[in-house]
């Protein structure tokens, strides 16, 4: 009898000890993931351009709620809301943009779309480029972004290099989804001929996913001999991944399991020794 109850005593330990390392080492599930992929193209007609932005979610998730927003020109144009786009499905938007005062040269462009999970959660999606209107130019920069991993804040730099023999003055802007900020989205600067300069952002986390990666971009625009130049840098910013209670203290933890263990062994050990009454 006093056998069978130690069998028991041990039984019933290895089960809580076997249900207190599930709990520490499982990992939460999720119901689906929501990813979304733009593609834009841009029709340079007489006076006049046609934007078309196509989405594809290329999640396992239904986004709900999509909305368009593009920057250009100085102006923010915003398309119907779609009320949703199942895993695998494409919707298509349609923009138009009159361009006849707008002098020659290379522009930017920024397609920003809001979208919201089963539960309402808003999400955003962010994509760069650059169109040209009349003759296309190129810019006489070499630029370089350079990625981040981040907490809650970080600073994001590029580097600079005029290749040109003239001085330029810029105007770099950066831009961001909303679940990331910046204090001073815009800085201006000289740059002499055949000169280098670093420009540095601070970025803060407002909402952003722990372990998710988010593309921005920064454009630098200068104006020379009446021609409008525009060039693109693209980085990521990482989102430090949290890190659960057992992970960070994981060899204590797994140290006094074994501890647990050991007097388990050595109390089986002295009651197999004890002599039978």
């Known amino acids: 009898m006093e056998l069978r109850q130690n069998m028991n005593r041990k039984h019933h330990f290895q089960y809580a000890l076997l249900i207190l390392l599930t709990l520490f080492f499982s990992t939460p599930s999720f119901a689906g993931v929501l990813k979304i992929q733009t593609q834009t193209t841009v ?33 923010t144009l915003d398309s119907k809301i779609t009320p949703q786009l199942n895993a695998g499905g494409k919707a298509t938007f349609l923009f138009e943009k009159n361009t006849e005062k707008v002098e020659t040269g290379r522009y930017p462009l920024t397609v920003f779309v809001d979208f919201h999970d089963s ?12 169109f040209s209107i009349g003759s296309d130019v190129n810019p006489d920069l070499a630029l370089l972004g350079k990625n981040i991993t981040m907490d809650k804040k970080g600073e994001l730099a590029f580097d600079i290099k005029n290749m040109g023999g003239n001085e330029k003055h810029i105007l770099s802007t950066l831009h961001l989804p909303k679940e990331l900020s910046t204090p001073t989205p815009r800085i201006e600067f000289q740059m002499g001929p055949r000169s280098q300069k670093n420009v540095n952002f601070e970025i ?24 409008h130049h525009t060039a693109l840098c693209q980085a990521v910013i990482r989102i430090m991944e949290a890190e ?13 399991a074994a501890a647990l263990i ?9 009651n197999r020794r004890r002599p039978h009454e």
């Open 204 to 227: 803060r986390n407002f909402s952003a996913l722990p372990g998710a990666d988010y593309p921005v971009f920064c454009y630098f625009e200068y104006d020379l001999k009446d021609v």
């Open 262 to 270: 050991m007097a388990v062994l050595v109390l089986v050990i002295k």
């Open 43 to 75: 029709e340079n007609m007489e006076n006049r351009l046609k934007i078309t932005v196509r989405l594809t979610n290329e999640g396992t998730a239904t986004a709900h709620n999509l909305q368009v927003h593009l920057k250009i020109l100085g102006e």
């Open 244 to 256: 659960n209670l057992f992970r960070q203290y994981r060899w204590l933890w797994v140290g006094f």
């Open 119 to 130: 539960n309402q959660y808003p999400f955003s999606a962010l994509s760069g480029m650059t």
